[in-house]
T-cell receptor, first 112, second 116 residues
Framework: GENVEQHPSTLSVQEGDSAVIKCTYSDSASNYFPWYKQELGKRPQLIIDIRSNVGEKKDQRIAVTLNKTAKHFSLHITETQPEDSAVYFCAASGSGTYKYIFGTGTRLKVLA | DTEVTQTPKHLVMGMTNKKSLKCEQHMGHRAMYWYKQKAKKPPELMFVYSYEKLSINESVPSRFSPECPNSSLLNLHLHALQPEDSALYLC???????????????FGEGSRLTVL
């Protein structure tokens, strides 16, 4: 079945630096790759997503890149701020299925 | 309205109790999900309903019983739970398109369950 690996599990960066989180998926039928941010005690919320027909997508300080051949996708956060501190989950979902599988999560700490 | 509403927010129950978690959305989403989330872990898929029919059961123990009475409501009935079932239970919904894969999962705030 579908499996999504995510690295690193924890990441500490200085405020203003960039952060990169990587995910690898196993099911070649996956065609939708969202990223969720979950603050402590809160619900996961979508921050950016990408579909398999696109290689890169950017929204202000965050961007996602997709390499279909290698089956991996990455989240890039530039100019990090303390409020970016949270747990980030990648996910993968495929056409023809309702399954939506999450990666193991990355705890990002932005140090002021 | 882009809200998924879950009740109760907190629930404490004994191992012999019967309780239910409720989830409601009015976005017209025809796919609804139950996830279980333990501390410092990702959401773990339990059940998916599509068009009010159970589409996915991820081999969840029968002490968890889902129900989808209509397109806006999703319930999770709990009976004879174990302490290890203590977790945050998240409901989510999403729009269904022709390829069943049309994007964002909208999550509720969750019901935090403690089993004594």
């Amino acid at each position: 079945g579908e499996n999504v690996e995510q690295h690193p599990s924890t990441l500490s960066v200085q405020e203003g630096d960039s952060a990169v989180i990587k995910c690898t998926y196993s099911d070649s039928a996956s065609n939708y790759f969202p990223w969720y941010k979950q603050e402590l005690g809160k619900r996961p919320q979508l921050i950016i997503d990408i579909r398999s027909n696109v290689g890169e997508k950017k929204d202000q300080r965050i961007a996602v890149t997709l390499n279909k051949t290698a089956k991996h996708f990455s989240l890039h956060i530039t100019e990090t701020q303390p409020e970016d501190s949270a747990v980030y989950f990648c996910a993968a979902s495929g056409s023809g299925t309702y399954k939506y599988i999450f990666g193991t999560g990355t705890r990002l700490k932005v140090l002021a | 309205d882009t809200e998924v509403t879950q009740t109760p927010k907190h629930l404490v129950m004994g191992m012999t109790n019967k309780k239910s978690l409720k989830c409601e959305q009015h976005m017209g989403h025809r796919a609804m999900y139950w996830y279980k989330q333990k501390a410092k872990k990702p959401p773990e898929l339990m059940f998916v309903y599509s068009y009010e029919k159970l589409s996915i059961n991820e081999s969840v123990p029968s002490r968890f019983s889902p129900e989808c009475p209509n397109s806006s409501l999703l319930n999770l009935h709990l009976h004879a739970l174990q302490p290890e079932d203590s977790a945050l239970y998240l409901c989510a919904s999403r729009r269904v398109g022709t390829d069943r894969n049309t994007g964002e999962l909208f999550f509720g705030e969750g019901s935090r369950l403690t089993v004594l």
